[in-house]
């Protein structure tokens, strides 16, 4: 497999603004790396630099400790596969996977080994002589994976591989490609919109957004540490409650913030760099905002919209400060539009952001109990 590292890279068109800036990262052997952020933000521009289908304007591409800017496609150790499955509709599956082999110079008898190998991982060994037309899409998909691993690469890089499936397709297709990337130990970099994909899959999740990573971290240290406002409301389902405030106090103990409506919320952060009056943002997470508990911070809201999705409901409140909050509610109790409901929260599951939009540091990260209680 792959190491990849990724210094100060760089792409722009004609000299004008860049579409990638400065970026770093650094891939470990055998690792899966998510690049996640919404449409525009280049991650599959970043995607192709890897795969030598786009220029780099500058920096350094290196694989292995080999410079790879200026190397050919086909010279990389690259395996791609793409959002479109992009399949030779004349070719049966077999056919499909063969071909890149055979352009290779590769032996009938190695090209017979690879495939079946290939198959038997993915489980399409009884579809090797379908044509194209005569598959599901998620069957379509795993032969398109399958043509990527029969060329036994150092590095695979996925395109937003499930998003012409159905929901149920795309779960299964998900679990294979995580089971593939055990059976494989096999380097991978995963670019998706999608933040439910990047959480399970990846061993580290890579948030981009206007060409610029805004942070790299595994799964639970982006949701529970997210660096900045973006990635606090781009990481989680829903996003992270956010409420503008003003400081009363601060200190590296923690950080109390005047809300609209006069309240007065106490949070456990590191506000060392703050002074009173300072603008700020407090962010809390759906589970984190207990109804009918006892938790040190409280609040009343009425009810706007009930979500429910069986072993849980979302629930759309306006506290009495005008803020909207969504709070994740236990799915067996019946909530109505237009109840008022009582909500606390303890001071440790706070986050704080400054007027820059910087996350400050959490005294207590990680520790909090992600379940809703009921009196």
């Known amino acids: 497999m792959a190491q990849v590292s990724l210094k100060n ?11 990638l800036a400065s970026i770093n990262l ?42 790879c800017n200026d190397l050919a496609p086909a010279k990389r150790g690259i395996a791609m596969v793409f959002q479109s499955y992009a399949l030779y509709p004349h070719m049966n599956v077999y056919k499909n996977m063969a071909f890149g082999l055979k352009i290779h110079g590769a032996g009938k008898e190695e090209i017979d080994r690879r495939i079946k190998h290939a198959a038997g991982i993915l489980k399409i060994d009884h579809l090797l002589h379908r044509l194209p037309r005569e598959l599901s899409g998620g069957q379509r998909q795993r032969v398109a994976i399958g ?28 679990l294979e490609i995580a089971k593939l990337h055990r ?15 990047a959480m399970t899959l990846g061993d580290k999740i890579v948030v981009m957004h206007d060409g610029h990573i805004q942070q790299a971290g595994t799964p639970l240290e982006l949701y529970q540490q997210p ?3 973006f990635v606090a409301g781009f990481i989680g389902s829903p996003k992270m409650n956010l409420i503008e405030g003003v ?21 456990e952060v590191d506000g060392s760099s703050l002074k009173a009056g300072d603008r700020v943002t407090v962010g809390i997470r759906s589970e984190h905002l207990w109804e009918n508990s006892n938790g040190s911070e409280q609040f009343t809201g009425t009810v706007n919209l009930v979500e429910h999705l069986g072993e849980a409901n979302f629930l759309y409140i306006t506290l009495s400060n005008g803020q909207d909050v969504v709070v994740r509610g236990d799915g ?23 007027h820059d939009g910087k996350a400050l540091r959490r005294l207590k990260p990680g520790n909090m109990v992600a379940a809703k209680r009921v009196a």
């Open 9 to 19: 890279l760089k792409k722009s068109y004609d000299g004008k603004q860049d579409v």
């Open 227 to 229: 660096a900045n406002l």
């Open 26 to 67: 650094e891939i470990d052997d055998g690792e899966f790396v998510v690049l996640v952020g919404p449409s525009g933000c280049g991650k599959s521009t970043l995607l192709r630099m890897l795969s030598g289908l786009e220029e780099i304007t500058s920096g350094d591409l290196v694989i292995d400790n080999v410079r």
């Open 183 to 197: 059976d494989l130990k096999a380097t991978i970099v995963y670019v998706t919109h999608d933040q439910v994909e």
């Open 147 to 174: 043509r990527a691993i029969v060329r036994e690469p150092k590095l695979f890089l996925f395109d937003e591989p499930l998003s012409n499936l159905d929901a149920a397709l795309r779960v299964q297709t998900r």
């Open 332 to 354: 067996e109790r019946e909530v109505a539009i237009g109840d008022t409901v009582s909500l606390s929260a303890p001071a440790a599951s706070f986050h704080v952001f400054n």
């Open 247 to 267: 400081v009363a106090d601060a200190g590296a103990s923690g950080v109390s913030v005047t809300l609209a409506g006069g309240q007065v919320l106490r949070t």
